[in-house]
């Protein structure tokens, strides 16, 4: 099975930045760097967001309308590592941050929450003057 850790979250200031970390172990049979991999949120009182996604190569990404712009999925399959770097953070962008891996570039199977892939235990991260 896979294990993801996601780190990085944190509190920071409106329009401050923050870089997100997820790291991947193990096998499902194929390993981390082979999944699709998402990042999703669930603010305070909400549902849950999908954020971006990245392939397993790194060179197809996408994110949802409300953070281009702002926010860049990366992955470093030498090190089992994707990235969500945030700028020009809002309060807004205040949630539980989780990483997903996925054996398909659908996004569908987002959905219901932990149905589906791997996820991480998730990240706080917390934007506030």
């Known amino acids: 099975r896979l294990v993801l850790v996601e780190s990085g979250g944190g509190l920071v200031q409106p329009g401050g930045s923050l870089r997100l970390s997820c790291a991947g172990s193990g096998y499902d049979p194929l390993p981390f760097s082979s999944y699709w991999v998402y990042w999703v949120r669930q603010a305070p009182g909400k549902g849950l967001e999908w954020v971006s996604t990245?392939?397993?190569?790194?060179?197809?990404?996408n994110y949802a309308d409300s953070v281009k712009g702002r926010l860049t999925i990366s992955r470093d399959n030498a090190k089992n590592t994707v990235y969500l770097q945030m700028n020009s953070l809002t309060r807004e962008n205040t949630a539980v941050y989780y990483c997903?891996?996925?054996?398909?570039?659908?996004?569908?199977?987002?959905?219901?929450?932990?149905?589906?892939?791997?996820w991480g235990q998730g990240t706080q991260v917390n934007v506030s003057s």
């Open positions: 997903v891996a996925l054996e398909t570039g659908d996004s569908s199977f987002l959905f219901p929450f932990k149905a589906y892939g791997y």
């Open positions: 990245i392939n397993s190569g790194g060179g197809t990404t």
